[in-house]
């Protein structure tokens, strides 16, 4: 937990590249849900209100007025989120500005997540193009009051984040983002995720371009590339990657049953071993599927909430009438379904198929499938 005393700035644990803080019951509730569709923000709120899984999900909590925060995350991110009254953050924020080209985006949403308002920054912060994404990804509407302020292409950092997608590392974002801005040629790979990213009212500008795969992508030799995709990379593709980012779409459903009383380590073990058996990326699993025996189960509700996945259950009813290929009468005995893992995965994913078959480890059984993203 994070004390706060009068002239003395904190240390805090910077993981992401924007903070989200919030200081109201509401403002808290909307901002864990936040974090769960716009994974680009740490969570900072008052230690009040506590909901007592903030070491799990990495939330850092403050004791004492956020006024004394503030100074701390000016330093350390490129934005800052408040679920704060927009004249109190004008109070607060006012003595730590220095300069338009040196101070973070800062944006304020309203408690009941009607409004995102770019307060400061705009422009060279990225305030606008922030509050645009974050507005999109949560369902309400940004606030905009730049005359100039047109969006035209691609946000590089912040692309798909409306989806929840998440780039693999930063390290090239601001060679791409040159890239992207000075028209030239940038190679966009789509393997997964939701397809309807480009938002703009005009056509996509003729520097980016779409290529069915990276074999392709490759011989067309582009100055930067955006590779969107669940799967780990070969070998041979990352030429693609020496001026190129990485996005992960929240595009796999992890079915899992398990015996009562699972360990969350075993759980964590069997999920990254299947998952790097498969050569898929442990960063683009959206949510865990399960039968509603299974709600309270402490391991998986560790493991979500670790790794700020939906934790879905189903009732047998169900979990029966999805169609599997494995049916077993010694689950069915137990459960009243024929099967968990397989048949929630599809559930969820809508899908018509398994990228796993159920596989039994252990004390866990656990399948996979990817978001049919076509039917919504």
């Known amino acids: 937990m994070i004390s706060l005393h009068e002239g003395v700035i904190p240390t805090i644990a910077k993981r992401k590249p924007y903070a989200l803080v919030a200081i109201t019951k509401h403002g808290v509730e909307n901002a864990r849900r936040y974090t769960?569709?716009?994974?680009?923000?740490?969570?900072?709120?008052?230690?009040?209100?506590?909901?007592?899984?903030?070491?799990?999900?990495?939330?850092?909590?403050?004791?004492?007025?956020?006024?004394?925060?503030l100074p701390a995350l000016f330093q350390h991110y490129k934005g800052i989120i408040c679920i704060i009254s927009l004249g109190a953050v004008v109070r607060m924020?006012?003595?730590?500005?220095?300069?338009?080209?040196?101070d973070p985006a800062v944006l304020v949403v309203d408690d009941k997540g009607q409004y995102v308002i770019s307060v400061l920054s705009g422009h060279i912060?990225?305030?606008?193009?922030?509050?645009?994404e974050l507005a999109r990804a949560i369902g309400a509407l940004s606030v905009i009051t730049t005359a100039s302020d047109v969006q035209k292409t691609i946000p590089v950092d912040l692309f798909g984040a409306q989806f929840g997608w998440m780039w693999d590392s930063d390290e090239k974002l601001t060679p791409v983002s040159a890239a992207v801005v000075n028209e030239e040629h940038v190679a966009i790979v789509q393997e997964a995720g939701e397809k309807e990213w480009w938002i703009y009212d005009h056509?996509?500008?003729?520097?980016?371009?779409?290529?069915?795969s990276t074999k392709a992508a490759i011989e067309a030799k582009p100055a930067a590339t955006l590779l969107i995709t669940d799967?780990?990379?070969?070998?041979?593709?990352?030429v693609l990657l020496e001026n190129g980012v990485v996005y992960r779409p929240k595009s796999l459903v992890?079915?899992?049953?398990?015996?009562?009383?699972?360990?969350?380590?075993?759980?964590?073990?069997?999920?990254?071993?299947?998952?790097?058996?498969?050569?898929?990326?442990?960063?683009?699993?959206k949510a865990v599927a399960s039968i509603d025996l299974k709600k309270d189960e402490q391991g998986l509700l560790a493991l979500t909430a670790k790794h700020n996945w939906s934790f879905v259950t189903y009732s047998a009813i169900e979990l029966n009438e999805m169609p599997i290929q494995n049916r077993s009468e010694t689950v069915y005995k137990y459960t009243g379904a024929y099967g968990v893992s397989e048949p929630a995965a599809?559930?969820?994913?809508?899908?018509k198929s398994l990228v796993l078959e159920k596989k039994k480890s252990?004390?866990?059984?656990?399948?996979?499938?990817?978001?049919?993203?076509?039917?919504?």
Do not use: W
């Open 254 to 285: 992890l079915g899992i049953g398990c015996n009562r009383g699972t360990k969350v380590e075993e759980l964590e073990q069997v999920v990254r071993d299947t998952l790097t058996a498969l050569n898929l990326s442990i960063k683009s699993v």
């Open 231 to 238: 799967r780990l990379i070969a070998p041979h593709e990352e």
């Open 346 to 351: 599809l559930r969820y994913a809508r899908a």
């Open 125 to 132: 912060g990225g305030a606008n193009a922030l509050a645009g």
């Open 203 to 212: 056509p996509m500008p003729a520097h980016l371009k779409l290529y069915p």
């Open 36 to 69: 769960e569709i716009f994974p680009y923000a740490d969570l900072y709120y008052m230690k009040k209100f506590a909901y007592g899984d903030e070491d799990e999900r990495q939330i850092q909590l403050f004791d004492g007025t956020v006024r004394l925060l």
């Open 93 to 102: 924020i006012a003595p730590l500005l220095k300069d338009k080209k040196k």
């Open 362 to 376: 252990g004390n866990v059984t656990i399948s996979v499938a990817r978001i049919n993203f076509e039917e919504g």
